[in-house]
């Protein structure tokens, strides 16, 4: 192949490429999500990384104890962030296909959730008995 012709090919694929990444780019930088709790108590918006971005707290959020309201929380901003992730599998899809890259991008999102809390067996109850008192 003639040099100053492979070279031209190969100017064009990384313009291409730097078009891509930056329609990429500009396409994930509109990424959010949010969530409100069933009873309204907790609204969260969490940009494309899931970081929580707003919180907002209704009246009804302090009649609630105080682990109920963090788990609320907890739990309201990870469906935001599961909002978010879908739009950017859905952005990534696009550009990538499926295969090695959106799948590595799937399991990423999926590593971002935290395991469900164990529920202590009955060895834990009993070496660790709860705390009575009258």
Do not use: C
């Not at 309201?69 to 599961?82: K, N, P, S, V």
Request: net charge negative; charged share 25%.
């Amino acid at each position: 192949m003639d040099p100053a012709r492979w070279l031209a090919d190969y100017q064009s694929n990384l313009e291409r490429l730097d078009a891509t990444a930056r329609a990429v780019e500009s396409n994930l930088r509109q990424v959010g999500g949010s969530a409100t709790s069933p009873r309204g108590e907790v609204s969260v918006a969490v940009g494309v990384s899931g970081a929580l971005e707003d919180l907002r707290l209704s009246a009804a959020a302090r009649a609630l104890e105080a682990d109920q309201l963090a788990q609320l929380i907890l739990d309201t901003a990870r469906q935001a962030q599961r909002v978010a992730g879908a739009q950017v599998v859905e952005i990534m899809t696009e550009y990538t296909g499926e295969g090695p890259a959106l799948d590595l991008i799937k399991r990423n999102l999926a590593a971002a959730e935290p395991a469900p809390a164990a529920v202590p067996d009955d060895d834990h109850y009993f070496s660790n008995p709860p705390e009575i008192s009258r």
